[in-house]
């Protein structure tokens, strides 16, 4: 402190100008983030004096321009949306754990400075890529397999958000499995363990709250994406029987109808809400990871 | 002598003059621009055919400058209500809820027809199906037939094409086709017409519905992969494909619609002149080139009036 103070007043003036600049932009972030939910809440409330708030939550059919009836139920996107994500990570989260053991234990220095750089490219590839990827191989390719007319499926989905989810799920497990100390280890391997028991027993528990706190990331990344899932799973507003069936998840249900939809109409108000449960479903599960995340932060310390 | 610091602080200066001008510029060069651009947006179907119509009117008006976008018919009225574009293209009539709207919001709507679309209904080319009538359109389309077998096809469950519901062919097909019935939850929703053509090449048991003008490709033949269903009124009527023009220009085809431009207000300057060139000899030949069909006596006359 002495030295600063030293360099006179204009360095002073200097540094708390900086300082202030800083906590300005962080409050920032957070003003940011009150006012996106304030807005959402704001503009979804008035959907609920038409629409019936069990219907909106347990109703399966969501046709709004129905010349019939219209009806608002998010139940078969909602499940859509977490079918998708639930498949996204079953296939993701143990490939992803894999390579992060691979790269932190096995990998030599050389191959992990290729290897990581690369997988941190894979989270680059826009998500209309990914979707178009989606549509001209792995679409056709689920179709040949399963013997289906089409690909255009749940499934689709699936694959093409595990790829989009595995540098998440990658780059933080890595840090977790490098996180933790070194005497681990070294201990484990004094006992007689050799590398994989070591790796297994010893120090993936040892990371086990960063690799769930990856494994949560990567959900929220895969919830959360909009592009890919709209080009690829066909759109179908069925309820989900299975990862074979064309399905519409929340997201792209808002992508495809807030550019039509007349201002201040409940179908208007009624997207907000959607927004509205997607924002606290990603928000629960980043607020989970980050605060499993924390804890493993103490426990090493 | 010219020191260190003071080319520092030259060079500093200089950075920040040119850094000024190029935000002043940025600022000033969309304000030029948007004198002259004119704005449009709307309808999947009538987007390749209003762009090139655009272009054509830009090779022989230089300096005036059109923009054309799709979304949807639903998105170009919203932008026209909202005041985000010039014209609007739509392939449905407006809704009065959202005629209302636009009254509110001081928006007066001039409606004008600009080419006549022969709905079609496609499958694969490996479908033996060769017409359907509009009762089993509705339904399939319905979800109430769910097997091709049902109607003498192949033993394989339908799969359905369609548009998003901001797509003014989805409204057409669901309000003259669907009889104002609900569409099957099982419709995979795609962007646009060309996906959904797209997707029944690759599917063989699928079935979509487009716009005429996408029926064909570059060299103007029919698109291979899809085959166009003929179409009957009736269980008696005759079938009638849209490939036929003489059945859609007498109205023999049962699902023919006017493809609609809409302004704010009686149009001016470059989006009158540019109206005016789509409903000339010249720009309905342009419409027919494209696979669409001329607007007849009526229509035009409506049109000319809506002009003055």
């Known amino acids: 402190m002495h030295s600063v103070k030293k360099k006179g007043f204009g360095s002073n003036l200097k540094e708390s100008f900086f300082k202030n600049l800083f906590k300005i932009s962080g409050l920032l972030t957070i003003l940011t983030l009150l006012g996106i939910f304030a807005l959402l809440l704001y503009s979804a409330v008035p959907a609920f004096k038409e629409i019936d708030l069990k219907e909106f939550f347990t109703s399966t059919r969501w046709d709004p321009t129905s010349p019939e009836e219209p009806e608002y139920g998010l139940l078969s996107m909602l499940v859509s949306s977490l079918l998708v994500t639930a498949g996204a990570l079953f296939i993701a989260f143990p490939v992803g754990v894999a390579v992060a053991a691979y790269l932190s234990d096995v990998a030599r220095p050389k191959t992990r400075e290729i290897f990581k750089p690369v997988i941190e490219l894979l989270a680059a590839v826009p998500s209309v890529v990914v979707g178009f990827i989606g549509i001209t191989l792995i679409g056709p390719l689920i179709a040949r397999v399963f013997k289906m007319s089409h690909g255009l499926t749940a499934l689709n989905g699936s694959i093409l958000l595990a790829i989009m989810a595995l540098p998440t799920i990658i780059s933080i497990s890595e840090d977790a499995l490098r996180a933790v100390p070194q005497s681990y280890t070294e201990a484990s391997l004094a006992v007689g363990a050799n590398h994989w028991q070591t790796l297994i027993r010893v120090k993936i528990p040892a990371a086990r709250s960063g690799i769930i706190a990856a494994f949560m990331l990567g959900m929220g990344r895969a919830i959360g994406e909009t592009m890919t899932v709209l080009m690829a799973t066909g759109n179908a507003r069925s309820f989900p029987h299975g990862f074979l069936q064309s399905v519409r998840t929340l997201t792209a249900n808002i992508a495809i109808e807030l550019g039509e939809v007349p201002y201040f109409t409940t179908h208007y108000y009624a997207l907000f809400a959607l927004g509205l449960v997607l924002f606290l479903l990603t928000f629960i599960i980043n607020l989970t990871a980050d605060l499993i995340m924390e804890k493993q932060k103490r426990k090493l310390l | 002598m010219l020191n260190k610091k003071n080319i520092k602080k030259m060079k500093g200066f200089v950075q920040m003059v040119l850094v000024v001008a190029l935000a002043i510029f940025s600022l000033i060069q969309p304000g030029l621009a948007q004198k002259k651009m004119i704005q449009i947006k709307g309808s999947d179907t009538l987007v390749n055919l209003v762009q090139i119509l655009a272009?054509?009117?830009?090779?022989?008006?230089?300096?005036?400058?059109?923009?054309?976008?799709?979304?949807?018919?639903?998105?170009?009225?919203?932008?026209?209500?909202?005041?985000?574009?010039?014209?609007?293209?739509?392939?449905?009539?407006?809704?009065?809820?959202?005629?209302?709207?636009?009254?509110?919001?001081?928006?007066?709507?001039?409606?004008?027809?600009?080419?006549?679309?022969?709905?079609?209904?496609?499958?694969?080319?490996?479908?033996?199906?060769?017409?359907?009538?509009?009762?089993?359109?509705?339904?399939?389309?319905?979800?109430?037939?769910?097997?091709?077998?049902?109607?003498?096809?192949?033993?394989?469950?339908?799969?359905?094409?369609?548009?998003?519901?901001?797509?003014?062919?989805?409204?057409?097909?669901?309000?003259?086709?669907?009889?104002?019935?609900?569409?099957?939850?099982?419709?995979?929703?795609?962007?646009?017409?060309?996906?959904?053509?797209?997707?029944?090449?690759?599917?063989?048991?699928?079935?979509?519905?487009?716009?005429?003008?996408?029926?064909?490709?570059?060299?103007?033949?029919?698109?291979?992969?899809?085959?166009?269903?003929?179409?009957?009124?009736?269980?008696?009527?005759?079938?009638?494909?849209?490939?036929?023009?003489?059945?859609?220009?007498?109205?023999?085809?049962?699902?023919?619609?006017?493809?609609?431009?809409?302004?704010?207000?009686?149009?001016?300057?470059?989006?009158?002149?540019?109206?005016?060139?789509?409903?000339?000899?010249?720009?309905?030949?342009?419409?027919?080139?494209?696979?669409?069909?001329?607007?007849?006596?009526?229509?035009?006359?409506?049109?000319?009036?809506?002009?003055?």
């Open chain 2, 55 to 308: 272009e054509e009117y830009m090779a022989k008006n230089r300096g005036a400058a059109i923009a054309v976008l799709g979304g949807g018919s639903g998105t170009g009225i919203t932008a026209l209500i909202n005041g985000t574009c010039d014209i609007a293209n739509h392939s449905r009539e407006w809704k009065p809820k959202e005629l209302d709207l636009a009254y509110e919001k001081g928006v007066r709507p001039r409606i004008f027809a600009i080419a006549v679309d022969a709905l079609s209904i496609i499958v694969n080319e490996k479908n033996p199906l060769e017409t359907l009538t509009m009762v089993q359109v509705g339904s399939i389309f319905r979800g109430e037939i769910k097997n091709w077998k049902v109607l003498g096809g192949p033993d394989q469950k339908i799969s359905l094409y369609g548009r998003q519901s901001n797509s003014g062919t989805y409204a057409f097909m669901q309000e003259h086709v669907l009889n104002n019935k609900n569409y099957s939850p099982e419709v995979k929703e795609m962007n646009g017409n060309a996906q959904i053509i797209e997707a029944v090449t690759q599917d063989v048991s699928g079935i979509g519905y487009v716009g005429v003008g996408y029926l064909y490709d570059e060299s103007g033949q029919v698109r291979k992969g899809i085959k166009v269903l003929k179409i009957k009124k009736d269980e008696n009527a005759p079938a009638f494909s849209p490939l036929d023009k003489e059945a859609v220009y007498s109205a023999k085809y049962a699902i023919s619609r006017p493809l609609y431009q809409s302004t704010n207000g009686k149009p001016s300057g470059v989006a009158a002149d540019f109206i005016r060139f789509e409903l000339s000899p010249e720009g309905q030949a342009i419409v027919e080139k494209e696979g669409f069909f001329k607007i007849g006596q009526e229509l035009m006359e409506q049109n000319l009036k809506n002009l003055k």
